[in-house]
């Protein structure tokens, strides 16, 4: 390569659970650069979990369900010869997580309860169960890479 590969960014971690992972999905769910509306989503969708699951510490519940809809492999297209494969390829740990994070905020985006919060509470909650869309998408990408594992020869 010519170019250097880019420094990683230092994440601090945030305040009230003083976690990386949690900064790095408010970053991920913030809009036009307002990180503080974004750190008070997450918060009261931590504390309507810490509601819903009494016995189960929602810092936990949330890192479980991310661990949940997180896939471990994907397809790349590749053209060989003429015809493109979908060719199943395992994912570096760092894009698992964005994956997994993007996945879990999207869904919660498109489900229909009033606040962003409840909607997130309830997707991280569906997703600590195995179900709920984040959770299904995780299921198809592993799916289809199951169905094009014979083009896994085709690796880049």
Request: charged share 30%; glycine share 4%; hydrophobic share 35%.
């Amino acid at each position: 390569m010519r170019k250097q590969k880019p420094k990683k960014r230092i994440i601090l971690p945030d305040p009230k659970f003083n976690d990386v992972l949690v900064t790095k999905f408010v970053n991920n769910m913030m809009y036009e650069g307002k990180k503080n509306i974004s750190y008070n989503i997450f918060y009261d969708a931590m504390e309507i979990v810490q509601q819903k699951l009494k016995e189960e510490n929602a810092l936990e519940v949330f890192k479980k369900g991310l661990s949940n809809v997180t896939p471990s492999v994907e397809v790349k297209s590749r053209r060989i010869g003429g015809a493109t494969f979908q060719i199943p390829t395992e994912i570096y740990p760092a894009r698992k997580q964005s994956i997994g994070i993007k996945a879990l905020i999207a869904a919660s985006r498109n489900r229909h309860e009033k606040s962003m919060a409840q909607k997130l509470a309830g997707e991280i909650i569906a997703a600590f169960k195995e179900e709920g869309t984040a959770y299904k998408k995780k299921e198809d990408t592993h799916r289809m890479a199951d169905a094009n594992k014979a083009f896994s020869h085709f690796r880049f």
